[in-house]
């Protein structure tokens, strides 16, 4: 059974750019989350996605938004990029049907905004 | 905002020696999950304990859970220095969306 697959691996941004990060779940999976992890901040929830709909949004500006197509597969977008956007992105899958399951993560994508 | 607290922030130890890490939350919980983390690459699940059960085992880690202190250990026996990583405690408050809150974590390093 693969497991989640986020890509790019690496990226680096200027401020000011955009950037869009795709995060394929397991098979099977219904429920995707994104998390930032920094030095300072640890790891910090971003937004949760089950059968297309945002289900539950940490605490972060609206230049970070996200999707859900119907295959599960997931995008986040970042807007206007800031120094202190360079981060750990890192994505969760989980069967996501009532919450309270194992949670699977991917092997991160890691931004630097320069 | 974290809502786990994992203490302590670093151990060091020596290969075979038990390694036992606490962690502490604030909410009440549906579940606590333990995360392993190799040098910045993804998190590894290990074990998820549910709020209803004290104690679980899976291999070489002991997990305990108390509720009414709101604390968690994760016991690794026997450790190798391949458990060299660093460890968090997730919690889900379970209010019907996969939302994980995450502790700073322990950096654990095993010398051979």
């Known amino acids: 059974k693969a497991g989640v697959t986020q890509t790019p691996r690496y990226l680096i941004k200027t401020r000011g750019q955009q950037v869009t990060l795709s995060c394929s779940p397991i098979?099977?999976?219904?429920?995707v989350s994104w998390y930032q992890q920094t030095p300072g901040q640890g790891l910090q929830f971003l937004f949760e996605?089950?059968?297309?709909?945002?289900?539950n949004k940490g605490n972060f500006p609206g230049r970070f938004s996200g999707r859900q197509f119907s295959n599960s597969r997931s995008e986040m977008n970042v807007s206007t990029l800031e120094l202190g956007d360079s981060a750990l992105y890192l994505c969760?899958?989980?069967?996501?049907?009532?919450?309270?399951?194992?949670?699977?993560f991917g092997q991160g994508t890691r931004l630097t905004v320069v | 905002s974290q809502q786990g607290e994992e203490d302590p922030q670093a151990l060091s130890i020596q290969e075979g020696e038990n390694a036992t890490m606490n962690c502490s939350y604030k909410?009440?919980?549906?579940?606590l999950q333990w995360y392993r983390q190799n040098s910045g690459r993804g998190l590894v699940h290990l074990i998820l304990?549910?709020?209803?059960?004290r104690e679980k085992h899976s291999g070489r880690l002991r997990v305990t859970l108390d509720t009414s202190k709101k604390s968690s250990s994760l016991l690794i026996t026997a450790s190798r220095a391949a458990d060299t990583a660093s460890y968090f405690c997730a919690t889900d408050a379970g209010r019907g969306y996969s939302t994980l809150t995450f502790g700073k974590g322990t950096m654990l390093l095993v010398s051979p």
């Open positions: 996605y089950f059968s297309e709909t945002q289900r």
């Open positions: 909410t009440s919980i549906n579940n």
């Open positions: 969760a899958s989980s069967l996501g049907a009532g919450g309270s399951a194992e949670a699977f």
């Open positions: 098979s099977g999976h219904r429920s």
């Open positions: 304990i549910r709020s209803n059960e």
